[in-house]
């Protein structure tokens, strides 16, 4: 069983989001006893306890205080909680950056779809009634909406339903099954969410330092360590090129001063060409290297 006095959180037992929240709170420094088929996991040098379900039990579960933390896919918070009686007990702590997808609607690959009027009356599968009812409502659409779990791309090609709304990362298994996508109807990725009520000073400190960690995690994945040789005269240009995070660090090289060190943190996009204007600038010995975390 886990402590009373451990933070709890959820994340789903299996599947790519649970890999990486795994992965993400290994990087933070926490990792786990146990195995995956269990309920609950403990860590080992954190006062944190995974309880370890179904991604669409987490945002009640948080929401009713079972745990104080989970991490869920956005689309799964707002149709399990979010538009519903709650809503107010559940806050979002912060974006993730993976498990990025959309809901969305899709058609028969051979339909003339022009606008939503072309749904008009007709029957729409999805595992996401709450969602697709609040949108379709909200731009007059009257719609048949059936709710289906599981495979609900089938649903067409087994005379069901006339489309389908469902999420969609490549639209690889859409086309497979004969379907196209036509609208987006909402943006996902993974959110850390909190029982908004507040908890005991020690867990506020626990869920705040954990917060640090991750964003530190976060922000090492969206940046580089950059570091080259430069003359004096071409600092100013260089930094230009390649702003970093904050000022970057500037260190004599020699003994006359002509030529600098120059190391900065830079966003991650420092592609080969960003390097040949730092080299057509004046610098040289250019190194770009991953960074592993951040506190600021």
Not at 59 to 81: M, S
Not at 110 to 129: H, M, Q, V, W
Request: aromatic share 4%; hydrophobic share 40%.
């Amino acid at each position: 069983m886990y402590s009373i006095s451990n933070l709890r959180m959820a994340i789903q037992k299996s599947g790519r989001l649970g890999e990486k929240c795994r992965d993400l709170l290994e990087k933070c420094g926490i990792t786990f006893e146990g195995q995956k088929n269990q309920l609950f996991s403990r860590s080992m040098d954190y006062p944190l306890d995974l309880m370890l379900l179904r991604d669409d039990d987490i945002p009640a579960l948080v929401r009713d205080q079972v745990c104080d933390l989970g991490i869920v896919g956005y689309n799964e918070l707002k149709e399990k909680v979010l538009d519903k009686d709650g809503a107010e007990n559940v806050e979002i702590l912060m974006n993730l950056g993976f498990g990025r997808c959309r809901l969305s609607l899709a058609v028969p690959e051979d339909t003339n779809f022009e606008n939503l009027e072309s749904l008009r009356g007709k029957k729409i599968a999805t595992s996401y009634p709450v969602i697709l009812d609040k949108y379709m409502s909200a731009k007059g659409i009257n719609c048949d909406i059936v709710e289906i779990s599981g495979s609900v791309e089938v649903s067409y090609a087994i005379g069901f339903a006339d489309a389908i709304c469902d999420l969609v990362s490549t639209g690889a298994t859409l086309q497979s099954n004969g379907l196209k996508e036509v609208l987006p109807i909402l943006e996902s990725e993974a959110v850390l969410v909190r029982n908004a009520r507040k908890l005991s000073d020690e867990k506020e400190e626990l869920i705040t330092r954990l917060m640090d960690r991750i964003d530190g995690v976060l922000k090492a994945k969206r940046a580089r360590y950059v570091m080259m040789n430069a003359p004096r005269a071409s600092v100013d240009d260089i930094i230009q090129i390649i702003p970093g995070m904050e000022n970057p660090t500037i260190m004599p090289l020699g003994q006359d001063g002509d030529k600098v060190a120059i190391h900065a943190v830079a966003p991650d996009n420092v592609f080969w060409d960003t390097m040949e204007k730092l080299k057509q600038a004046g610098a040289s010995s250019i190194l770009v290297v991953p960074i592993e975390k951040i506190i600021e």
